[in-house]
Nanobody
Framework: QLQLVESGGGLVESGGSLRLSCAAS????????VGWHRQAAGKQRELVAG???????NYSESVKGRFTISRDNAKNVVYLEMNSLKSEDTAVYYC?????????????????WGQGTQVTVSS
């Protein structure tokens, strides 16, 4: 069964950078579409970035130009590089797999989720 483990969260100052990792427990992870989502306190979970196998990444408008999703299929890891962080980026970040991510309005979340990693941006 596919298991996902996020890491890399922490406390960073506004304008800083973090790189989140999502490690998968199985090989052939490259065959799965993956997504990064976040949930701020008191708010609904929102899509941040998605990546279909062999496809181009897509991003929510709020992070476009600042965040980059990528994957290392040899290591079964998906990354979220976050630059120019803002206080409004503060949230728990989750990765998922098994859905599809054609664009930010045409996607389906997968059935596999990690436990989340906290990102806190201080202003």
């Amino acid at each position: 069964q596919l298991q996902l483990v996020e890491s890399g969260g922490g406390l960073v100052e506004s304008g800083g950078s973090l790189r989140l990792s999502c490690a998968a427990s199985v090989t052939m992870f490259s065959a799965h579409a993956v997504g990064w989502h976040r949930q701020a306190a008191g708010k609904q979970r929102e899509l941040v970035a998605g990546l279909n196998p062999g496809g181009s990444p897509n991003y929510s408008e709020s992070v476009k130009g600042r965040f980059t999703i990528s994957r290392d299929n040899a290591k079964n890891v998906v990354y979220l590089e976050m630059n120019s962080l803002k206080s409004e980026d503060t949230a728990v970040y989750y990765c998922d797999a098994g859905g599809y991510y054609n664009d930010p309005r045409n996607y389906r979340e997968g059935g596999y989720w990690g436990q989340g990693t906290q990102v806190t941006v201080s202003s």
